[in-house]
């Protein structure tokens, strides 16, 4: 089984910052995304932020100037650094993993971490 350990969630206040940090160990063959989604209640889970081969990143435009995600291939952990944090940024976030070996492609999840944004 893969594990993703997630931490740093918590409860803010509007304008402050947060880290995510999401690490991935036991049967991890070659990752090559690495990413964070969130969801709220009655909505989808969508993309937050997501580090692909190379370093490439993308990110949700509602989070465009105040999101960065990081990895560290050798660790197998991505670290997302948010700021100026709103309201709307509360949602339960969620670790994803995809690695592969050879052919085979497999699609990991954290079991997720909230985050609170005072209003």
Request: glycine letters at 10%; proline letters at 4%.
């Amino acid at each position: 089984q893969v594990q993703l350990v997630e931490s740093g969630g918590g409860l803010v206040r509007p304008g402050e910052s947060l880290r995510l940090s999401c690490a991935a160990s036991g049967s991890v063959f070659t990752i090559y995304n690495m990413g964070w989604y969130r969801q709220i209640p009655g909505s989808t889970r969508e993309l937050v932020a997501l580090v692909l081969p190379g370093g490439i990143t993308r990110y949700a435009d509602s989070v465009k100037g105040r999101a960065t995600i990081s990895r560290d291939n050798n660790r197998n952990v991505a670290t997302l650094q948010m700021s100026n944090l709103k309201p709307e940024d509360t949602a339960v976030y969620f670790c994803n993993v995809k690695h592969r070996l050879g052919d085979d492609e497999y699609d990991e999840w954290g079991q997720g971490t909230q985050v609170t944004v005072l209003p």
